[in-house]
């Protein structure tokens, strides 16, 4: 493995996965044809899903005429929040001002484990965890909605809830068997031949 801190090692596209607090950094060296770094910059727009305001910008560089470089600080992305990210990024013409988005795409922020009282579970599995935690402390003859004082609660009946158990643990599945591809791992979709 090439020492990732090193500018000429950088990581060639973006992440799709980075870990709050690390130190981020790849390269784009296909824009450069159409969009030199000498009369145009870039810049990424990357917003958390589900809106508000947490959005992240980031600025490329052009430490020569092959590549724009794009370098996050641990100290930045400590600030970033944990979730589900789309980013876009943006080309603008130096001398007009003139910007347009010429790729979009996703990244997803996880916790560092490193951090105290971080909890690594994904929302699938806490989903999982909370309803199962419902099922198992639900009464036979639960009511299923009341109201007091003007305002009312409804609860789900213990087949929706076993529906969305099911649905979430597909979910979780999922999840193991994309990070078992990513470490090159088998899975249970992995299929064996012999010629």
Partial sequence: MANLFDADNAPE???????IGDFIQFKRSDLVTDYPNSTHTAEYVARITGGGATEIKL???A??????????????????VAGYYHWQ????ETASGNRIVVDRGEFTAVVDLDENNVDPRTHAEIMIDKIEAVLQNRADGDLSSYSIAGRSLTKMAPDELLSWRDYY??????????????RGKRNGSTVLMRF
């Fill in 13 to 19: 596209g973006e992440p799709t996965e980075i870990v």
């Fill in 89 to 92: 990024l943006e080309i603008t």
């Fill in 169 to 182: 643990r597909r979910e979780f599945a999922a999840e193991k068997r994309k990070a078992k591809i990513k």
């Fill in 59 to 61: 600025a490329g560089t």
């Fill in 63 to 80: 430490p020569d005429a092959t590549k724009y470089l794009f370098t996050v600080s641990s100290v930045d992305s400590a600030d970033f």
